[in-house]
C-alpha cells in the first residue's frame, strides 16, 4: 500500500509544507502516530501532523481517529494495550449495530459489525466516515515510476477522491456478496435459486436505488463447456452438480461506477490446474496493465503464462488454451463495455492504456478449441449506449422501453429482472427492441460441448499516481 508517514511518523517523499493528506493517508498518519505513542490523544496527533507542515483541522483528525478506532473516545479496535484495553474491554457493549460507548461524558458512534454466515448489513453502514477499504494498491515501474511522489500527480489523485470511493464502495459490496455465494453454491442447488439469493443480497448490501447504486450486470454463472452470459431464464431446473464448473460473473455500482469481477466455482480438485492457469493468467494482465501499456503486449503476456498449463481429465492430457475471441475490455460510467478492448491472446489491439482509465481484466481458458461462437436461448440484453431515438410501432415494445429506461437504463439486465418487475409477454416486444438495434441481445458463448472453461476478473483503475486493483480480495 502506498503509506503516508514513515515508521519515524514523517511524512511520506514527496510531502512538503502545505501538504493536504487524503483520508487514506491521513488514517494511515494517525496509525502510525499511535503505534509509536500509545499515549497520544487527538490534540497531540493534530499537533504532531501540523509541526510535519500537513494541513489538516483538528476536527477532521478527530472524526478519522474516532471511526477507526484510534481515540481516546472509541474501542481502540485492537491497537491498543495494558490498562486502556483492560477500560475498553469493560465499557464495550455488544456489537448489536447500534452500539455506543461513552467517556468523560461524551458518546462516539461506532461503526456497525457485518452479520455472518448470511451479511445483512448495507456496506455504506460499516463505513459512515466514506472511507471504504481500498483495492490493492500496486505502485507504477519504470517511466512512471515519478508518479508516486509528483506533486502535480498527487493533486490529480485528490481530485478523483470521489470516484475512488464509489468504485471502493462498489468493490466491497461484490466482496462481500461474492463470499455469502460461495457459502451458498453447494452440489444440489438450483442455479435459478443461486442467482436470486446472491442479486437480493447484492440488493441488500448497496442499498439498491436507481439509477444511483445497485446491479451492473445480471449474475452469469455459465457452467462447464459455456463460458460466458448464462443465466438461467424464469422456471429453469438447472441444478449444480459436483463435476460442475461454474463461472459467477456479475457486477455492481454506485453512481454508475462499475465494479466487473468474475471467479471460478467447482468442488472437483481435479479441475485445480485449470483454474490456477486462469487466475495465474488473469493476474499477470493485471501486473501487465499500465499508463501507456500497449493492450497487444497485454495479451502476449496472458496467452504464454495461461498456455503453459496441462489439466489431466479421466486420464487423458488437454493443453489449457486461451479463448481467443473473448477480451477484457475498459469500463465508462454505466458503460460496461467503453470501447477499448484488451485481448488474451497475442497480435491484438496496439492501442495505449491512458491514465484516468477504467478496464476489466478478464481471462478465458478452455481445454476445447478455445474459440466462443453463440449458443443455447438468450437471457441477457442491454440497451445501446448510443441509440438514438427509434420510432417504435408495436405497444408491448412502447411500454417495454420505458420499463427498461426506469429500471437499468444503459446497465445490462436479463428476464429474470423482467418478470420480477411484474413484466408480462414482454418476449415479442423485447425482440422488436432488439431488431430496432435500441437493445443489443447477448447470447451465451460456449465452446465445443464436452469440454471444461474457466474464468476469473478484477476491475482496476489506473490512477495518476498508482494502480488500484479495485475488486481484490482474500479470495482472488
Known amino acids: ?81 495494558g490498562a486502556e484495553k483492560e477500560k475498553a474491554d469493560q465499557s464495550a457493549q455488544p456489537a448489536d449495530g447500534s452500539a455506543q460507548e461513552k467517556k468523560k461524558g461524551k458518546a462516539a458512534v461506532v461503526a456497525k459489525v457485518q452479520t455472518w454466515p448470511e451479511p445483512t448489513v448495507p456496506i455504506m453502514d460499516l463505513y459512515p466516515a466514506g472511507d471504504f477499504p481500498p483495492g490493492e494498491l500496486c505502485e507504477y515501474l519504470g517511466l512512471n515510476a515519478y508518479r508516486s511522489t509528483s506533486a502535480e500527480k498527487r493533486e490529480l489523485d485528490r481530485c478523483m477522491d470521489t470516484i475512488v470511493q464509489e468504485q471502493r464502495e462498489a468493490a466491497e459490496v461484490h466482496r462481500t456478496a461474492r463470499k455469502y455465494l460461495v457459502s451458498i453454491a453447494k452440489p444440489g442447488e438450483l442455479m435459478i435459486d443461486l442467482c436470486e439469493k446472491l442479486e437480493n443480497k447484492v440488493r441488500e448490501l448497496i442499498k439498491y436505488n ?23 431464464n424464469g422456471g429453469d431446473k438447472t441444478v449444480l452438480q459436483y463435476d460442475d464448473v461454474v463461472k459467477f460473473d456479475f457486477g455492481t455500482h454506485v453512481n454508475g461506477r462499475i465494479i466487473d469481477c468474475a471467479f471460478t466455482h467447482y468442488f472437483n480438485p481435479r479441475y485445480d490446474p485449470l483454474a490456477k492457469a486462469v487466475r495465474e493468467a488473469t493476474n499477470t494482465g493485471i501486473r501487465e496493465a499500465g499508463i501507456d501499456v500497449r493492450l497487444g503486449d497485454i495479451g502476449a503476456a496472458i496467452q504464454e503464462v495461461m498456455e503453459s498449463y496441462e489439466v489431466e481429465l479421466d486420464g487423458k492430457t488437454y493443453p489449457v488454451k486461451a479463448i481467443r475471441n473473448l477480451n477484457g475490455h475498459s469500463i465508462g460510467p ?106 443489443q441481445p447477448y447470447p451465451p458463448l460456449c465452446d465445443v460441448k464436452g469440454c471444461y472453461t474457466a474464468q476469473y476478473e478484477h476491475t482496476l483503475l489506473l490512477r495518476p499516481t498508482c494502480k488500484e486493483v479495485f475488486s481484490r480480495g482474500e479470495d482472488y
Not at 499511535?34 to 501540523?50: C, E, I, S, Y
Not at 450486470?217 to 448464462?230: D, E, K, L, Y
Not at 481471462?363 to 441509440?387: I, P, R, W
Request: net charge neutral.
Open 210 to 232: 436507481f439509477p444511483e447504486r445497485g446491479i451492473a450486470f445480471p449474475t452469469g454463472c455459465s457452467i462447464n463447456h459455456v463460458a460466458a452470459h448464462w443465466t438461467p
Open 1 to 81: 500500500r502506498v503509506s503516508a508517514m514513515t515508521t519515524d511518523a514523517t511524512p511520506a517523499a514527496g510531502a512538503a509544507v502545505g501538504y493536504q493528506p487524503t483520508a487514506e493517508e491521513l488514517l494511515q498518519a494517525a496509525k502510525d502516530a499511535k503505534a509509536q505513542n500509545p499515549d497520544f490523544g487527538v490534540k497531540r496527533v493534530w499537533t504532531l501532523l501540523k509541526e510535519k507542515g500537513w494541513v489538516v483541522s483538528e476536527a477532521r483528525v478527530k472524526k478519522v481517529m474516532q471511526e477507526s478506532g484510534l481515540s481516546e473516545s472509541t474501542a481502540p479496535n485492537g491497537t491498543a494495550n
Open 334 to 439: 454505466y458503460q460496461i463495455h467503453a470501447g477499448k478492448s484488451v485481448p488474451i491472446v497475442k497480435g491484438g489491439d496496439q492501442t495505449k492504456m491512458e491514465e484516468g482509465e477504467l478496464y476489466a481484466i478478464e481471462t478465458f481458458g478452455s481445454t476445447g478449441k478455445g474459440v466462443v461462437h453463440e449458443d443455447l436461448e438468450c437471457s441477457h440484453y442491454m440497451k445501446n449506449f448510443d441509440a438514438g431515438h427509434v420510432p417504435l410501432r408495436m405497444a408491448k415494445a412502447k411500454e417495454l422501453l420505458g420499463v427498461i429506461d426506469k429500471n437499468f437504463g444503459t446497465l445490462a439486465f436479463c428476464r429474470r429482472f423482467l418478470d420480477r418487475l411484474g413484466c408480462k409477454q414482454y418476449l415479442l416486444g423485447l425482440k422488436n427492441l432488439c431488431d430496432v438495434g435500441l437493445v
